[in-house]
Every structure is written in C-alpha cells, then in structure tokens.
C-alpha cells in the first residue's frame, strides 16, 4: 500500500487500534513493529539515554518481555532499525530529558501496519442488519480503487454486484479506515439494511459468521 507523503493526520481510530494491538495477547513476533506501534502512542518522553528509559516505560506499562517475548537487544535492535530507516527522531532537551517521536515516514509506516492487521470483530450475537458497502471511485483513482476491492475482499465481504459489497456486522471503521488510507472516503456510502430479497442465498455465504 502507498499513502501519499502530503498526508499528515492521524486515520480515525487509529490510537485505539494501537491499544488494542499493544493490549493483545499475540503480539506478533516483530520487535521493530512492536517499539514503533508503541512510540506512536503520543511519543516517548524519559530522562537519561533512550534505550533503558523506554524499557522502563514498557516495564511499567506491562509491556515488559514476559508480556512481548522481546528482550534488551532486541528492543535495543529495533530502536537502531528504526533510527536507521530514519522512521523516529530522538531530540534531547537542556534538562537531560529526550523525546522519541515518529517521523513522517514513521507515520506512513505505521498507517501501513495498521492497515495490514485490520480486521472486523465479530460480535457474540448477529443483529438481523447487513451493512452494505458502495462505492463510485473515478478512472483517476484506479489503483486506490482495485487496492480498496482488494482489503474489502480481504476482511471477507461478499461482493453483490460491481462495486456493491455485503457484511452482516458492523463494519464502518474499518472500511472508512481503508478508505481514509487511499483517500477516497468521499467515494463510499454504507447502508444498513434491516431485509434483503435475496438474504437466504446471502446467509447461505456467511453460515460460518452467523
């Protein structure tokens, strides 16, 4: 996925994606992902030398490696990848303090990860609705358009018709969060429908879901 460098602010929900992914108990096995989803909640603020100020952040915060499975070096190599691929910045202040914060390229890169472990929570009970997904991209937008079909596909709709799309759950954030992401969200409606002509031959494809 590309996101356009003049883009600046944050996609919506997105500190809460990255909760929920700092709060999950499978956090994937990747001590770059992990230090840079952590720096983006607001940047890192310490005193002393960044590496044993952001291990005690992580300590307190129950991040520690009993709860990652990311020990020291670990933590200490990703900070230098990060560092190196020029995705944070550490600046240090008269008082001793440094701040680490994600650069614009480290945002990009964070939009990307969070796209890539998007998916829609299934809830304890169906609701009857089904959310219905429309969109009329424009020819200029053609990439932005297949790459949108494509993660909709992805977090398992049912395609109805050309660009008409079904889900039995709630799923607006997430797909305005994709939308956001190639900035064609001005191109989508999403409709709740309480009874569909057809739903038997519809459910009959989410029988797994419901």
């Known amino acids: 996925m590309k996101i356009k460098k ?58 520690a490696e009993d709860k990652t499975g990311f020990n020291k070096k670990q933590i200490s190599n990703a900070l230098g990848s990060l560092k190196r691929q020029k995705l944070i910045e550490i600046e240090k202040y008269e008082d001793d303090r440094i701040s680490v914060k994600l650069t614009n390229r480290g945002k990009e890169r964070l939009i990307k990860f969070s796209f890539d472990l ?21 020819n200029k937008h053609k990439q932005a358009r297949e790459a949108l079909r494509g993660k909709i596909k992805e977090l398992g709709l049912r395609q109805l018709q050309k660009s008409v799309w079904i889900y039995p759950y709630d799923c607006e954030d997430e797909i305005l969060f994709v939308a956001e992401a190639f900035e064609v969200q001005q191109y989508i409606e999403i409709i709740t429908a309480e009874r569909l002509l057809h739903s038997n031959v519809i459910k009959s494809h989410f029988r797994n879901l419901l």
Not at 42 to 57: E, H, S, T
Not at 118 to 138: A, M, Q, S, T, Y
């Open 118 to 138: 998007l998916e829609i929570k299934k809830p304890e009970k169906w609701d009857g609705k089904w959310r219905i997904v429309i969109f009329d991209i424009p």
């Open 6 to 63: 003049k883009r600046q602010k944050e996609l919506p929900n997105l500190k809460e994606r990255i909760e929920d992914f700092l709060d999950s108990d499978s956090i994937p096995a990747n001590a770059t992902k992990f230090l840079l989803m952590f720096v983006a909640l607001g940047g890192v603020v310490m005193g002393g030398a960044a590496l044993p100020g952001i291990l005690k952040m992580l300590r307190s915060l129950n991040l």
